[in-house]
């Protein structure tokens, strides 16, 4: 008995390594996908990415298969994987008008916010002000910090992560995992990179002052002009 025990015990080690392993894995190759390093259509070796990170080509090819559910790499067969081509003008407006969906519908169901949601939603807030002030000093700077843009990227989704998880509906959090995999798509077609970080803090900082009364604005409302204020300057809808 004790033996089998020992066994188990050491196979979810194992299990709980081998997935840590995949997902530092994941993120490295995310990271060269985001930094436009690799162009549109570039052969991804699945034994070459593992010689640059030193590791076998299970956790790559996991890691692989998890990136085509983002959209950002595909598969050919017999051909292997390459770097995605990036959403068209038609799909990111498609994407956002999911997106206005989605999130607006959360933030109404998520109201009236509780005090854990509440402390949830304004530790998300200041983490994603805190990065945003760091991307803003690298910009002018002039710095180019992939992780750092990674970074913020992570608390801008952590943030909405926090409305949905409070919505009470399963299947809208579970839409919204699926869609965030296009985000993802949706920043690597961005050619300008992240320049709006002052609008995002601030629409933010709106939101969360609708879930906790401050304003007259409900926290749908909010959330609706949060989308409509990021998609018009991703797709500078007065030039489009």
């Known amino acids: ?20 392993l995949r997902d530092h894995v994941y993120e490295r190759i995310l990271q060269l996908l985001l930094s436009g390093d690799a162009s549109p259509g570039a052969r991804l070796s699945i034994d070459t990415i593992a ?14 298969v998890q990136l085509e559910r983002t959209g950002l790499v595909t598969r050919e067969a ?12 038609g799909q990111l407006r498609e994407l956002f008008e999911a997106r206005m ?21 304004r530790a998300a807030e200041e983490a994603h002000r805190l990065t945003g002030g760091r991307v803003i000093a690298a910009l002018r700077a002039g710095a180019n910090d992939v992780e750092l843009t ?11 992560r926090v409305v949905f998880e409070h919505c009470s509906n399963r299947y809208l959090t579970e839409m919204s995992e699926n869609l965030g995999a296009q985000v993802h798509r949706m920043r690597q077609s ?40 990021v998609r018009a300057r991703s797709l500078d809808l007065e030039g489009a």
């Open 150 to 160: 990674t970074a913020y990227f992570a608390a801008d989704a952590a943030f909405h």
């Open 101 to 121: 969906m989605l999130e607006s519908e959360a933030a109404r169901l998520a109201a009236p916010a509780t005090a854990e949601m509440l402390a949830e939603l």
């Open 190 to 229: 961005m050619e300008h990179g992240v320049t709006d970080v002052r609008e995002a803090i601030a629409e933010h900082e709106a939101i969360v002052d609708a879930f906790a009364g401050v304003t007259a604005e409900t926290p749908q409302d909010a959330m609706r002009r949060h989308i409509e204020g």
């Open 51 to 64: 010689r640059q990170l030193d590791v076998s080509p299970t956790p790559v090819r996991e890691a692989m």
């Open 78 to 89: 017999l051909k292997g994987y390459r770097v995605a081509p990036p959403l068209g003008l």
């Open 1 to 20: 008995m004790a033996a089998e025990r020992d066994g188990g015990i050491k196979g979810l080690d194992s299990t709980i390594r081998r997935r840590g």
